[in-house]
């Protein structure tokens, strides 16, 4: 028999679609046909990416190219194992070298990507008998990697001080004995806001915590030489473990975690998402490396200044005071309403992506709107025109073009 045809596994898919769609939730995939930049070909047509989050417009950088085949022809492609067994090329540790300088740490470790490298570090650091504290926006890997260490879990709603301080406070009286990880994000994926990192930090010091900071969409973007939020606010000293992705404005693919030497020999030993996993290509590494490279060049601070110059030119149009960084959201609530509008703007020529549950709460779907300094300045009118044309249609007052705020679950999925 078909084992494809199998009726009781396919009787349950099926009925789980069906009630992922009867809610307005199916997902799709849609391949670009051609690199990731600012006009990307998908089925045929020709459409202007809102949505990506290669900031710097790096991904299709020539020197990335080059030092990816430059590293082709040193060291191959496929990396043949683990780091710990025989995959570790002259590539990787190069950019571990890399990652540490331009963080200024005494030490990083590269994963293979963002998820992996919080899915690896957080259950190595706490376990069963430890307090997780999290910020309620927190990225899908954060809480995966959380639950999976086993650790009490507590969540502030996002950005609250009071509550995070209360969280500290209880753990601190409870679980004198635990060790205390507060995690969160520099800038929120969903929303694009920041977080108030110097007050975190005073809280975190207060009452004897660790601070896991995720910079995914900050580094590159923000800090000097691109080097983060916590870089920016002055206080990357008090941060224990600083993670960033490579995948983002870097261009490239991966992440890595910042920190002591200890830290990085510790999660060599116990990461389990790096241990247990073949490592990245060499080509990869050695773009990720020359991706750094160029975020830390004068080069890298005339991207941020382009890119600068677009989020202050988009965010007036969206009636936005002050973005925070290279993510506009513009929140439409409805699931469906939220579909519809991401369908009338791809009619009209432009991706810009639908986030709806499970990546955020329900009915606060919204629109993510992201820049990179490879935008020119009437790709942005054009999309402000066309967003108050299709949002407009939809509603007969003014549309609805406001910042997202706290939200009242934890996500669940990516
Ligand atoms: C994208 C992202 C990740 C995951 O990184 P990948 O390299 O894509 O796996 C982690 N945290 C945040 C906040 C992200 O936005």
Redesign the pocket.
Known sequence: MNPHSDCSLDKFLLSGLEEIDSRGLMRRLSALDGPQQTRVIQNGRELLNFSS?DYLGLATHPALKTAAMAEWERSGFGSGASRLICGTLAAHEELDNAIAEFKQTPAALSFS????A?MGTIPAICGTGDVIILDKLS?A??VDASRLSGALLRVFPHNDLCKLESHLKWAAAKHPAAKILVIA?SVY?MDGDRAPLREMVELKERYGAWFFL?E??AVGVIGRQGRGLADEEGIADHIEIQMG?L??ALGSH??YIAGGSALRRFLINRARSFIFSTSPPAPVAAASRKAIEIAASPEGDSLRAKLWENIQRLQPLLSIKAAASAILPVLIGNESAAVETSARLLELGFLVPAIRFPTVAKGSARLRVTLTASHARSDIESLARALHGSTATKQDSPPHLARSTGEPSLPTAG
Do not use: F, P, Q, W
């Open positions: 989050n990507s963002g998820y992996a919080a990225h890997c954060l994000e994926s995720d995914a969409h992705t995948g983002k991966g992440a």
